[in-house]
Every structure is written in C-alpha cells, then in structure tokens.
T-cell receptor, first 114, second 114 residues
Framework: ETGVTQSPTHLIKTRGQQVTLRCSSQSGHNTVSWYQQALGQGPQFIFQYYREEENGRGNFPPRFSGLQFPNYSSELNVNALELDDSALYLC?????????????FGPGTRLTVT | AQSVTQPDIHITVSEGASLELRCNYSYGATPYLFWYVQSPGQGLQLLLKYFSGDTLVQGIKGFEAEFKRSQSSFNLRKPSVHWSDAAEYFCAVGLSGGYQKVTFGIGTKLQVIP
C-alpha cells in the first residue's frame, strides 16, 4: 500500500504567475482534500474533491482551483500568484463511505512566491 | 462554524516528564476530533482520533487523549516524553456530516530538553 505523495517538493514562483501542484492519493481512497499551511499556522482547508467533483470549499478565492482524476490523483492550481500564497500545501486522501473518516496527509509542497 | 483553540503555542518539558497539550473546540454537534503531529518540513501524521464511544482514546507512540463534552476539550497526554517527541502538535475537529472539512488549531510546538 503506497502512501500519499506530492510533487514537487519545493517550488519558487514569481508574483502573477500560475502554479500546479500534484497529489497522488493513497491506494483505494476516493476523496482528496487540499490545505494551505502558512508559516506558524495550522493547515487551512482549501477544498475537497469526491468522485472528481468539488464537494466542499473553504474561504479561498476562485483563483484556487482543483481537479481530481479517475485514478484519484489530483491537482491544485493557483492563478495570479500573490506573495501571501507562499506556504506549505498539503493534500490529504481519505475513503468516504466507511462512516468514519481519517485523512492521510502527504509531505507537502513548499511554495515560495517572490 | 467549528473552531479549535490550542492555548499553548510553545511548551518545553524535560525528557521523562509527563505531557499534557490542551485543546478546546467549538462545534454545535458531536464532533470528530483528531490529534496530528508534524515534524519539521514534514506532513501531518495522525496520532489518534475520537468519533464516538469510549472518551479515553489511545493512539500511537504512547499518546492518549480524553474527550470531555462538558468542557469541550480533547487534551492530549503522554506519561513520559522522549526526545523524539519534539515536534508540532495540531488538534483538529471535523464535521460529523456532509463533506470532510477538518478545522485545525494553530498548533503547539513541543520542545524536549535532556
């Protein structure tokens, strides 16, 4: 059983650019959530995808968007990058339908916007 | 909306001493409660979870937590801390229905001194 993986590990972008972060869910999981963790803060929920549809969103603007693919891998896209987007981006996969849910986190992608 | 408070940003304990990390939550119904640990530059690892039933929950690495509904608390404890426990600890609350939005506290950074 493979865990949650994310790529790339680190990324440096310039303000105004666009970025795509990738996540591969744990085998058998059908749900992926994305979180933003700014320095010194707890993770903040961005959104969640279930069966390729967004089914929940936190307080993030529309320039944060995502995709989930049939193999349950996913992407987080951020347009028009701002300096405040610099953070650790975490994805977490889980299996909805068991009645209880546990989210398994990847190691994260560290995004720096200059 | 649910929220989580971790009143201690930074705690220092001696190796071998007992540990208690505090967590208070705000949520209208019975929540799902979690404790995660994050080592520097790493993702989050689930220590333990509470969904229902016995209010004293055992987790990995010798940790336990007790759910106290009357106090809206879910404090994490360990009887004897090891140097390898130095990390950041996050308490989190999840919705008990709907999509799996998890709200995290700001975290408590644990320092262990010899």
């Amino acid at each position: 059983e493979t865990g949650v993986t994310q790529s790339p590990t680190h990324l440096i972008k310039t303000r105004g650019q666009q970025v795509t972060l990738r996540c591969s869910s744990q085998s058998g999981h059908n749900t992926v959530s994305w979180y933003q963790q700014a320095l010194g803060q707890g993770p903040q929920f961005i959104f969640q995808y279930y069966r390729e549809e967004e089914n929940g969103r936190g307080n993030f603007p529309p320039r944060f968007s995502g995709l989930q693919f049939p193999n349950y891998s996913s992407e987080l896209n951020v347009n028009a990058l701002e300096l405040d987007d610099s953070a650790l981006y975490l994805c977490a996969s889980s299996l909805v339908g068991q009645g209880h849910y546990e989210q398994y986190f990847g190691p994260g992608t560290r995004l720096t916007v200059t | 909306a649910q929220s989580v408070t971790q009143p201690d940003i930074h705690i220092t304990v001696s190796e071998g001493a007992s540990l208690e990390l505090r967590c208070n939550y705000s949520y209208g119904a019975t929540p799902y409660l979690f404790w995660y640990v994050q080592s520097p530059g790493q993702g989050l690892q689930l220590l333990l979870k509470y969904f229902s039933g016995d209010t004293l929950v055992q987790g990995i690495k010798g940790f336990e937590a007790e759910f106290k509904r009357s106090q809206s608390s879910f404090n994490l404890r360990k009887p004897s801390v090891h140097w390898s426990d130095a990390a950041e600890y996050f308490c989190a609350v999840g919705l008990s229905g709907g999509y799996q939005k998890v709200t995290f506290g700001i975290g408590t950074k644990l320092q262990v001194i010899p």
